[in-house]
């Protein structure tokens, strides 16, 4: 529209060395071919003949709601604790916070199945918080939806916090120390000028969180089990499925991906084009 | 002068070590046919079924006491996700299964060397907390309301086991939670996270003193039998050979057996 006259676009003469190096070009296609070569395999290998079948099963269906269920329930959570996180470690000084930015990505190194015992430890109903709850409150969270949830928040809550942070960083301060200059209180600051300035950050890091909430298998299935309904998710299903028929795993894992790649690209499209 | 002594010094070692393989050779006589030249050195790939990890492990330290130059290295896990490895190409030299149906999927996918053979025989057994506190003696009591038990699913040999036993006695129970393999189920009545799980009973036995077993007379209609037997693509046959004779030695059973297997 700005662009006055309707030339098309690929007429316009390429701006010398602005061509892609080939140093570049092969290392990033081999990149891309890794990450979707084995995608590729799993739809030349599926059973597309049975497909309609093992897609019509109420229990696929049970899975993938709870699935979407837990990993959004997951990533609000994520949000409420995870973005005042991420603001406490990029825009204060206190002792130790290099330390405590390191536990917090934690999560990210330890295999998740030890992540599920850690919490069976912690809020288990004999752990060492979990046996409050139980005698105070008579809240048992392993083997329950919600246990699915926390499982989920503990290993995607560092993305968010992290991608969180570095935006935050990035962010300029000078907007905060106007709007404080200007009498906001810093949390008003937070809320009016912060929060709206980093919102694409928080976004990239609320679809990454998501992303590997939806994904999630070794925290949920130690910390939450599998029960169908309850705490059966996709990838617990997938993986069950795969111990006696591979063909409805692939079906399954089919199902995940196209749903996974809808959402992600749908929101790639509403919020992430200014990130 | 200082090169030779250490060539003398390694060809003696050498020799010893061939000594202990012949020794070794003549011990497994159920494979006779195996010429010096078949001697098992380098590595073996062991896939075994998670309820033979203190058994094997063991065995495998004995294999590689007995063959010098030997290294086992193991991959315990549900027999099924074992045999889906295998089917898909993973380089493993012998496979033993928990249950006679896992082995199938193997041969059937022609991916065994000859017949698998049965080398033990496990059993049920109710894990409970220690000192039993909800006092379960037998399957019916685990339909009691407000216990938290947990089962092994459906697609693993354990879990179709307590299936068989629990149909056999007409007791309709419905678990926690379907737990992925039956070291999982026992880890959650450990942790006290449950308070019954259905397991075998060498597990219940490796657990030690962390759980409580409860011997249940169904028990017996739902016997597992593990089939061993060599892979067709094994990188290291002559290994895989001994090992699978090893197993099934006298020494192999009695190794089981204090583990809690019965004969097979």
Redesign the interface.
Known sequence: MTSGPAAPRTARPRPPGRGVPLALLAPALLGLAFLLVPLLALLVRAPWRSLPEQLTSPEVWQALRLSLFCATAATALSLVVGVPLAWLLARTEFRGRGLVRALVTLPLVLPPVVGGVALLLALGRNGVVGQYLDAWFGISLPFTTAGVVLAETFVAMPFLVISVEGTLRAADPRFEEAAATLGASRFTAFRRVTLPLIAPGVAAGAVLAWARALGEFGATITFAGNFPGRTQTMPLAVYLALQNDPAAAIALSLVLLAVSVAVLAGLRDRWMRTA | MIRSAHRTRRSRRAAGAAAVVVLALGGCSASGTDSAGDAPSGTLTVFAAASLKESFTALGERFEKEHPGTEVTFNFG?S??LA?GITNGAPADVFAAASTRTMRLVTDAGDTAGEPSTFARNRLEIATVPGNPHRIGSLRDLAAPGL?V?LC?R??PCGAAARTALTADGVDLT??????DVK?AL??VA????DAAVVYRTDVRAAGDKVQGVQFPESAEAVNAYPIARLDNAPNPAAAKAFVALVRSPEGRAVLSEAGFSAP
């Open positions: 549900g099924d996700a889906a938290k947990v699913d697609a693993v678990p926690v939670s379907y737990e992925q999982s880890t959650k942790l006290r996270e449950a």
